[in-house]
């Protein structure tokens, strides 16, 4: 069996995610025929809102990964979205202490930890720092930005930066990382919270993920109208040079021929022929055979490792309480109980600590009377789950009472179609089982066991925030990134020339990796 002719240099990129539309805008921009297909009725994945609020992630950090993407494409990030730089990082209570502030600003932020916890704290801060920044400066090239990482090349690098090996704290989870440099419970709770970005807890991730404190210190950014508004204003860049944005699109399967993909079909019948195909969802989906037989030898590791949390995710509009809100605000629990046990052993914790977006602050303009609202509490996987029910009464008692606690109310109170739970995450992104960060971040090698952009499968490319570097906004943009490149390359292998050039007359070679756009743009 032939592949169509009329497939030739078609890319269809299935899911509108950050990965995928990263995977996109390149493309495009060099002339490749390129349709993304969307199930939902807007770009974004998980990027989304519920009732006019977000209900996935909140702000941007790295924001040189965004500049870069934008730049590679002839186009200024500022021109497309505003983005508002926050002044505090976070604002922390606890039941019987805070508010305590960080800041982008690595003094101010010790200061305020000395004021808070007295000296000693400030000390052990300044060192904790120091130790998060050359961990992320170490792995930041040899980790995010190479497209296939593995562990011997990760080792010889360590072996040239032998300092690296005493940051690391190998064989240390962050717990125990923590419990030697933070004398203050609540500063161990505090940066603990910090594997909770990818999915983790503090008791079993590895003390690697200290680094995170880092990328968010270099800065946080609010994008006005929400994060969906970046998914949007790519989306329509995308469409502007000549891209194809198919909305409530469902892929039924992924088709292949000649030991390569051919295209999709989808499920209304209708086939879609394309010589590669991105796929922008959790990769577990392709192994669990949910877009048929052929794709279900793609990422097999995915149903043999433990998933990520979930997360129980309010989004609403109501009047709060007179409480001296910021944009990113934690209320956290006692610090002598241990909300991720309860987690681990597949309980919705009884005493969580509770994150609240207030949206509408830290926008640079007086917040209205009545102001939006995203609340996450984190929670099991589906595939961890006891039977205690996932309803809306339980998700409720566990949330708004507790917050009443530390004098933060709400009029009205949210109803349950502003909650989403694991269940409903897992029908929204089928085969992820409710995980938001695709596979665990738990283990030392857990990092070098995510797929990778290509596949065994010949044209077929794995993109978003269970494919490597992994989740979070900015590294599935880079995941995204990472699958453009190889599409180019892998095409540029195959042509008689590497001179060969796409039908818009830009070179396919010259599409720079992620690290040459990280490094072109100064990071």
């Not at 010790?110 to 000296?119: L, P, Q, S």
């Not at 509009?317 to 990113?328: C, E, I």
Request: glycine share 10%; net charge positive.
């Amino acid at each position: 069996m032939k592949k169509p002719r009329h497939s030739s240099g078609r890319v269809i990129v299935i899911g509108a995610g950050i990965g995928g539309l990263a995977t996109a805008l390149p493309l495009v921009h060099r002339g490749f025929d390129v349709t993304v297909l969307e199930r939902h009725s807007a770009p974004g994945g998980k990027m989304r809102q519920v009732n006019g609020v977000d209900a996935g992630p909140t702000v941007l950090t790295m924001l040189d990964v965004f500049e870069a993407l934008f730049d590679d494409a002839g186009e200024t990030l500022s021109d497309h979205v505003m983005l508002i730089q926050q002044k505090i990082l976070a604002r922390h209570w606890w039941p019987d202490s805070g508010p305590l502030d960080l800041f982008p600003d690595r003094d101010q932020s010790a200061d305020a930890i000395g004021a808070f916890a007295g000296t000693v704290a400030k000390t052990e801060f300044l060192a904790f720092a120091d130790r998060a920044a050359r961990l992320f400066n170490g792995f930041h090239d040899p980790m995010m930005l190479q497209p296939e990482p593995n562990l011997g090349a990760l080792t010889a690098h360590v072996i040239k930066n032998p300092s690296l090996i005493r940051d690391m704290g190998v064989g240390q989870t962050l717990k125990r990382m923590l419990d030697q440099s933070f004398t203050d419970p609540r500063l161990r709770q505090l940066f603990g919270r910090y594997a909770t970005y990818v999915g983790g807890s503090p008791d079993r991730s590895p003390a690697l993920l200290s680094l995170i404190w880092e990328a968010e210190a270099r800065g946080v950014w609010c994008v006005k109208g929400g994060m969906s508004a970046l998914a949007k204003a790519i989306a329509a860049l995308i469409v502007a040079k000549g891209g194809n944005i198919r909305t409530n699109t469902t892929v039924r399967k992924i088709n292949t021929a000649l030991g390569g993909v051919s295209g999709v079909t989808l499920t209304n019948g209708e086939t879609l022929y394309a010589e590669h195909v991105v796929f922008n969802g959790d990769p577990r989906a392709l192994a669990l055979g949910l877009l048929g037989e052929a794709a279900k030898p793609i990422a097999p590791i995915t149903v043999k490792r433990a998933r990520s949390h979930s997360a129980n995710v309010w989004s609403f509009q109501a009047a709060p309480s007179d409480m001296p809100l910021v944009h990113h605000n934690l209320f956290f629990s006692d610090p002598s109980k241990n909300e991720f046990a309860e987690i681990e052993r597949g309980y919705i914790p009884s005493d969580p600590t509770l994150y609240v977006c207030a949206e509408d602050r830290g926008q640079d303009t007086p917040h209205p009377q009545t102001e939006r609202f995203e609340i996450i509490m984190n929670t099991p996987p589906l595939t961890q789950r006891t039977a205690q029910p996932e309803d809306y009464e339980i998700c409720h008692t566990r949330t708004f009472p507790l917050l009443r606690r530390y004098g933060l109310s709400f009029s009205p109170e949210p109803g349950p179609d502003s909650l989403t739970t694991a269940k409903s995450f897992d029908a929204l992104f089928p085969g992820s089982a409710g995980s938001l960060y695709g596979q665990s971040p738990h283990g030392m090698t857990a990092a070098l066991e995510r797929p990778t952009a290509r596949t065994k499968i010949k044209g077929l490319y794995l993109a978003g925030g269970g494919t490597h570097p992994g989740a979070g906004v900015p590294m599935a943009a880079l995941s995204g990134r990472h699958a453009a490149a190889a599409i180019v390359t892998d095409r540029t292998s195959t042509s008689k020339s590497r001179k060969t050039v796409t039908p818009g007359g830009t070179s396919m070679a010259s599409l720079p990796t992620a690290r040459a756009l990280s490094r072109s743009s100064g990071s």
